[in-house]
Antibody
Framework: QVQLVQSGPEVKKPGASVKVSCKAS????????ITWVREAPGQGLEWMGW????????KYAQKFQGRVTMTTDTSTTTVYMELRSLTSDDTAVYYC?????????WGQGTLVTVPS | QSVLTQPPSASGTPGQRVTISCSGS????????VSWYHHLPGMAPKLLIY???QRPSGVPDRFSGSKSGTSASLAISGLRSEDEADYYC???????????FGGGTKLTVL
């Protein structure tokens, strides 16, 4: 069965970086891209960007351009999302999701906390 | 402020039909497919509707999606207590060159 398993919670200082992983299994990894979505406390869902698992092409939301990097490791079928220069506004649950023109499978979410 | 506009709340009694709207523009809903997601606090979102009106396997036919111009709607018929959740619409935005979500609608089953 399709599964996306994310890395555990993180607590980071302002100005630091965080790298969240998303390990995919149960399907042919290169067939689908992976999207990252976050949900800050009291806020709605926010699209961060997308990466092709086939060739590593990326598309980032304008808001995160220059601050986010998404990468893949095809040998371990894992996708990574690194966010830099963290502030308290980046405190959120970060989700990866399989992109099959809509997001049909999701990771369990990773809480990233940046104390102010 | 979300690019797609949803009512912040909706409610209904068990068995009723409820509709949640999602208003956008020609850059997003007007020219691209809409998807809908069900989201409970602490849980991963779940895909309900894709390509405007298609249901993934396992999603009951009580859930349906439609679109007219630059607006879309999610209808839930035969409302059940377990439908109480947050619902989000989403669509690709050609101007922003990115996906946009609605602000979410909290559905309460009275």
């Amino acid at each position: 069965q399709v599964q996306l398993v994310q890395s555990g919670p993180e607590v980071k200082k302002p100005g630091a970086s965080v790298k969240v992983s998303c390990k995919a299994s149960g399907y042919t990894f290169a067939t689908y891209g992976i999207t990252w979505v976050r949900e800050a406390p009291g806020q709605g869902l926010e699209w961060m960007g997308w990466i092709s698992a086939y060739n590593g092409d990326t598309k980032y939301a304008q808001k995160f351009q220059g601050r986010v990097t998404m990468t893949t490791d095809t040998s371990t079928t894992t996708v990574y999302m690194e966010l830099r220069s963290l502030t308290s506004d980046d405190t959120a649950v970060y989700y990866c999701a399989r992109d099959a023109s809509a997001y049909d499978y999701w990771g369990q979410g990773t809480l990233v906390t940046v104390p102010s | 402020q979300s690019v797609l506009t949803q009512p912040p709340s909706a409610s209904g009694t068990p068995g009723q039909r409820v509709t949640i709207s999602c208003s956008g523009s020609s850059a997003n809903i007007g020219s691209n497919f809409v998807s809908w997601y069900h989201h409970l606090p602490g849980m991963a979102p779940k895909l309900l509707i894709y390509r405007g009106n298609q249901r993934p396997s396992g999603v009951p036919d009580r859930f349906s999606g439609s679109k007219s111009g630059t607006s879309a709607s999610l209808a839930i018929s035969g409302l059940r207590s377990e439908d109480e959740a947050d619902y989000y619409c989403a669509a690709w935005d050609d101007s922003l060159s990115g996906l946009v979500f609605g602000g979410g609608t909290k559905l309460t089953v009275l």
